[in-house]
């Protein structure tokens, strides 16, 4: 079952925060009587999504990002871990993670926002000793948004406003934004990438590897050389970010894929199951449909009925 997050002492200027930073999001997406979903982006990594319904559960990669909740409430699905998000409250993803998620209530408002490694790491002389500070993390943090962070986005997203405001300020409200989240209480991961040679950084290159070549057979030892940890380092530590085995992770990346290659494309079943990496596609319908409760023949069969007729 989702878990909603802990109810806390009240913070009035989160309250107004969070409603200056709707109201500012809500003016920059264009007017609109249909029930599609609204994609804007003021800005390169800032995106604002809008949806008018409640969706069904979708598998996805997501990328680190922020994921802030203005309107509505989304439900998400890591590993083991279940969160129902409602607004004012917000994810912080530090690596690549296969997750499922969906819209619960709407309508519903989402503030996304790239995390930069590179902006991170350019606090690591301010920070200091802090760096290190905190607690083992997930890959995948949720808590709510305090008054410092929203008032620091709304005033990045205001930069739409203005070209040269963006140009000069940006830079700086990007690295304050940061700056807070890597302070928050679902900071540690953020404090654990500023390094290099941290065992978060280890298992962020790792999960780049297995990105660009998941088709292919894994073999653990190669992986964890590449990467300059040993077998058992890599394990532990790559379950304790991702909550999942490498080979698992390998085999929600290869599922991913064929489902968007069956959704979107013109190929089989068994030939899907090939491209991705399996040797039988017996075991990948049975994968599949565990993933995604439904084989992948219900998704050739939707697609072939959703494509638009030859006929006159």
Same mark, same amino acid.
């Given at each position: 079952m989702p878990v909603d !997050?802990?109810?806390r002492a009240s913070d009035e200027g989160a309250h107004e925060g969070l409603r200056r930073l709707t109201e500012e999001a809500l003016r920059l997406i264009p007017p609109s009587t249909a029930r599609t979903a609204q994609l804007v982006t003021p800005r390169q990594g800032l995106y604002l999504l809008r949806q008018h319904q409640r969706t069904a559960f979708e598998a996805a990669i997501y990328t680190p990002m922020l994921c802030l909740i203005l309107q509505g409430c989304k439900e998400m699905t890591f590993g =083991?871990? /279940? @969160?129902? $998000?409602?607004?004012g409250e917000c994810a912080l993803v530090s690596h690549d993670l296969p997750?499922?998620?969906?819209?619960r209530d709407a309508p519903y408002l989402? !503030? $996304? $926002?790239?995390?930069?490694? =590179?902006?991170l790491r350019s606090l690591y002389e301010d920070l200091g000793e802090l760096v290190t500070a905190g607690t083992e993390a997930r890959a995948l943090e949720v808590h709510r948004a305090d008054s410092r962070l929203l008032d620091a986005i709304t005033r990045y997203l205001a930069l739409a406003e203005s070209e040269t405001d963006a140009r000069v300020l940006g830079p700086m409200l990007l690295k304050e934004i940061h700056y807070r989240l890597t302070m928050a209480p679902l900071g540690h991961m953020l404090r654990s990438l500023i390094r290099h040679d941290s065992h978060a950084s280890s298992i962020a290159r790792a999960i780049a590897l297995l990105r660009q070549d998941f088709r292919s057979p894994m073999v653990v030892e190669e992986l964890a050389r590449e990467v300059g940890m040993s077998v058992s380092s890599f394990h532990? /530590? @790559?379950k304790a970010v991702t909550s999942s085995s490498p080979l698992q992770?390998?085999?929600? !990346?290869?599922l991913l894929e064929a489902r968007r290659t069956l959704v979107a494309g013109t190929s089989s079943v &068994? &030939?899907?199951?090939f491209e991705v990496g399996y040797e039988s596609p017996s075991q990948f319908s049975r994968e599949y449909t565990r993933k995604f409760g439904r084989p992948p023949s219900q998704d050739v069969a939707s697609r072939v009925l959703s494509a638009p007729s030859r006929g006159t």
């Open positions: !997050l802990p109810k =083991e871990h /279940h @969160f129902r $998000l409602r607004a997750m499922v998620s969906r819209v989402v !503030l $996304l $926002l790239n995390i930069e490694v =590179e902006v532990k /530590h @790559f992770y390998q085999k929600g !990346l290869r &068994t &030939t899907v199951a």
